[in-house]
Nanobody
Framework: QVQLVESGGGLVQAGGYLRLSCAASRRIFSISAMGWYRQAPGKQRELVATVTNVGSTNYADSVKGRFAISRDNARNTVYLQMNSLKPEDTAVYYC???????????WGQGTQVTVSS
């Protein structure tokens, strides 16, 4: 059983920054992509950023230029550097890992990010 543990969330003022981390409890093989999603109160969960096993990245338009996703495959860890945070970034952020050889999707429990004005 694999668990994803997110960390780095918290309360920050607008314009500030946070770095989220997501680490797997044990080694995950055949990772195809890793990413971050978020869900604000009363809204649907949305894609924030993804990075594939070959390093291709994708970002939601709302975070382009402000957020950066990176990963360390050897450590089964994915990061999300969030700069120039805005109140609308307030949400629970979830880590996601997808595998290909044995198709699976793993989700973390989420970490709260609150941006004050």
């Amino acid at each position: 059983q694999v668990q994803l543990v997110e960390s780095g969330g918290g309360l920050v003022q607008a314009g500030g920054y946070l770095r989220l981390s997501c680490a797997a409890s044990r080694r995950i093989f055949s990772i195809s992509a890793m990413g971050w999603y978020r869900q604000a109160p009363g809204k649907q969960r949305e894609l924030v950023a993804t990075v594939t096993n070959v390093g291709s990245t994708n970002y939601a338009d709302s975070v382009k230029g402000r957020f950066a996703i990176s990963r360390d495959n050897a450590r089964n860890t994915v990061y999300l550097q969030m700069n120039s945070l805005k109140p609308e970034d307030t949400a629970v952020y979830y880590c996601n890992v997808n595998t290909r050889l044995t198709p699976s999707s793993y989700w973390g429990q989420g970490t709260q990010v609150t941006v004050s004005s």
